[in-house]
T-cell receptor
Framework: KAGVTQTPRYLIKTRGQQVTLSCSPI?????VSWYQQTPGQGLQFLFE???????NKGNFPGRFSGRQFSNSRSEMNVSTLELGDSALYLC????????????FGPGTRLTVL | GQNIDQPTEMTATEGAIVQINCTYQ??????LFWYQQHAGEAPTFLSY????GLEEKGRFSSFLSRSKGYSYLLLKELQMKDSASYLC????????????FGKGTSLLVTP
């Protein structure tokens, strides 16, 4: 069974641009969560989707948004990029919402210059 | 919101036992998780505790005391490949599957 896949794996953007990251969950998994990981702040929750609906949102500005499609694939978008947005963005999937075990993808490394 | 505290770094010797502590404060506890993350890789699930007590899984065990807001991860018979970051995460009651992570403990296993 294929794991969680994320594309692209690496991305370089400049300040002010926008970016879209993609996540394909494990087949059959319906819940997708997004996290930002930085050396200073560690892993921080961005948002969670289940059945195409955002179920929970972390403390990030409105520049960070996401969506989930009917096939459970998810995208997140960051607009008006700032230097501080440079991070590893991780996607995690689980069978159902509030399921105990979630599986992380390899992440997308975003660098903002 | 939550405060999750764990030591930043630890060093232990191959073959030894190490205990990584995690303390937390939360308004509606609904589970504590431990993840392992090797450098440059995604976190992988190690354990889940929702009731007080010890959960054992091979060389790894995790303990929870809800009244004390305390958990630990115990690693036995340490191997070099156990060198990694260990992340403690807490789920609140109404947060769906959202996890709040501590900043992780970087464990170095030496020969």
């Amino acid at each position: 069974k294929a794991g969680v896949t994320q594309t692209p794996r690496y991305l370089i953007k400049t300040r002010g641009q926008q970016v879209t990251l993609s996540c394909s969950p494990i087949s059959g998994h319906r819940s997708v969560s997004w996290y930002q990981q930085t050396p200073g702040q560690g892993l921080q929750f961005l948002f969670e989707y289940f059945s195409e609906t955002q179920r929970n949102k972390g403390n990030f500005p409105g520049r960070f948004s996401g969506r989930q499609f009917s096939n459970s694939r998810s995208e997140m978008n960051v607009s008006t990029l700032e230097l501080g947005d440079s991070a590893l963005y991780l996607c995690a999937s689980s069978l159902q919402i509030s399921y105990n075990e979630q599986f992380f993808g390899p992440g997308t490394r975003l660098t903002v210059l | 919101g939550q405060n999750i505290d764990q030591p930043t770094e630890m060093t232990a010797t191959e073959g030894a036992i190490v205990q990584i502590n995690c303390t937390y404060q939360t308004s509606g506890f609904n589970g504590l998780f431990w993840y392992q993350q090797h450098a440059g890789e995604a976190p992988t699930f190690l354990s889940y505790n929702v009731l007080d007590g010890l959960e054992e899984k091979g060389r790894f065990s995790s303990f929870l005391s809800r009244s004390k807001g305390y958990s630990y991860l115990l690693l036995k018979e340490l191997q070099m490949k156990d060198s990694a970051s260990y992340l403690c995460a807490v789920r609140e009651g109404n947060s769906g599957y959202a996890l709040n992570f501590g900043k992780g403990t970087s464990l170095l296993v030496t020969p």
